[in-house]
Structure formats: C-alpha cells, structure tokens
C-alpha cells in the first residue's frame, strides 16, 4: 500500500522568504508523485509531477520539487514566497498502471506574512 | 477553471434522504475518478472508471453509494439514506488518455448532512 506523510499542519513564512513543504512516500513500486495546490472554495490544481524522469521537476508559480529516492521524499520548494501563494497544499503518490488514483497526504496551509 | 464541472456546488440533506452528484468530465477525458475530502484531511479516493466501465471501488464506498458513468460521459454519485457522517466535499477529477497521469479536479460538491 501507498502512503503519504506531510509533517505539520500549517506553515508560516514571510513574503520572499523560502518556502519548504516537505512530504515524505511510502511505496512498494517506483512512484509518480505530485504535489497539488487548492485554494479556498476551489477543486485542486495540480503544481508539479514526478514521473521517473528528471528527479528536479519545475512546476507553476515558480515552484520545483526534488524526488530523492533514498530519503523517500519529495519536498516542494519556492525561492521566494508571494501573497498569492498563501493555500492549502497536498502531496500525493500514484500507481503507474492504468487506474492512477492518487494517495493523498494530509495537506499543509501555507500563510505568506506581509 | 479547470474544465471539469460538478453539482450541485452545495448539498444540504437531512439525515436519511438520498442525494445525487454530477460530474461533467473535460471532453474525450476517458478515465474519471471521484474522491472524498472531509475538514483536515486530503482527498481519499472512491472510485474510478475508464470509459463506461467501473474499474476499482475503494471499500470506502459503502452499499448506500453508487456510481454511475453511462456512455462514457458525465458521471453521477448517488448516497442512499445519508448519515451525518457522509457530510464532506465530493471531487471528480478527469484524466485523459495516454499516460500524462495528469488529474483534472472538479470544483466539488460540498454536502452537508443535518
């Protein structure tokens, strides 16, 4: 079975500081892996995906994550936090086959300090 | 907007009515998954069909839900008798063919259960 462990429920960062969310997978099989965005009263966005290529994968708004296999992880970061970046953030692990429903851990706010 | 649309947007039901969800996919997006998301916690998967045809259903999915894809098209979630316990948002995500492992979400349904 496949899980997804995002430590802490909430982060708090100033604006243009880093941004650090960190998620951690535990699989039987080589994952894909995402992270997705969702802000207030909307469905979720997806930011960025892993899918066995390039371990550095660069997303929207600026966003990259890096997949490291031996720390089983898959921490998402920003150079620079924005105003706008302030919502709710969701890793998730897939299978590879056909049905690829998602595992999801359980999400991470961010808040951006003017 | 993401192109995936659901309603109703909101769902207030008193304890034991059934209700109905809709989910209109993204055009020619074969595969369709619908997930669970309660306060605090990332979405959990329910089921997924590919086409008409409903592949996998979490054991999540109680007798009281059903789910439904005719023609390959829109979907619909029915909960009979609904219990407290069923107030969450619904998501329907979307996937196209090939393997870009690229869901699509829905706004959600938000239902509450008094």
């Known amino acids: 079975a496949q899980s997804v462990t995002q430590l802490g429920s909430h982060v708090s960062v100033s604006e243009g500081a880093l941004v650090l969310l960190r998620c951690n997978y535990s699989s039987s099989v080589p994952p894909y892996l995402f992270w997705y965005v969702q802000y207030p009263n909307q469905g979720l966005q997806l930011l960025l995906k892993?899918?066995?290529?390039?371990?550095l994968v660069k997303g929207i708004n600026g966003f990259e994550a890096e997949f490291k296999k031996s720390e089983t992880s898959f921490h998402l970061t920003k150079p620079s936090a924005h105003m706008s970046d302030a919502a709710e953030y969701f890793c998730?692990?897939?299978?590879?086959?056909?049905?690829?429903?998602?595992?999801f851990g359980k999400g991470i706010t961010l808040s951006v300090r003017p | 907007d993401t192109g995936v649309s659901q309603n109703p947007r909101h769902k207030i039901t008193k304890r034991g009515q059934n209700v109905t969800f809709r989910c209109d996919p993204i055009?020619?997006?074969?595969?369709l998954y619908w997930y669970r998301q309660t306060l605090g916690q990332g979405p959990e998967f329910l089921t997924y069909f590919q086409n008409e045809a409903q592949l996998e259903k979490s054991r999540l999915l109680s007798d009281r839900f059903s789910a439904e894809r005719p023609k390959g098209s829109f979907s619909t979630l029915e909960i009979q008798r609904t219990e407290q316990g069923d107030s969450a948002m619904y998501l329907c995500?979307?996937?196209?063919?090939?393997?870009?492992?690229?869901?699509?979400f829905g706004p959600g349904t938000r239902l509450t259960v008094t």
């Open positions: 055009s020619e997006h074969n595969r």
């Open positions: 998730a692990v897939s299978d590879t086959g056909a049905n690829s429903k998602l595992t």
């Open positions: 995500a979307t996937e196209g063919g090939g393997w870009s492992y690229e869901q699509y």
């Open positions: 892993y899918t066995s290529a390039a371990t």
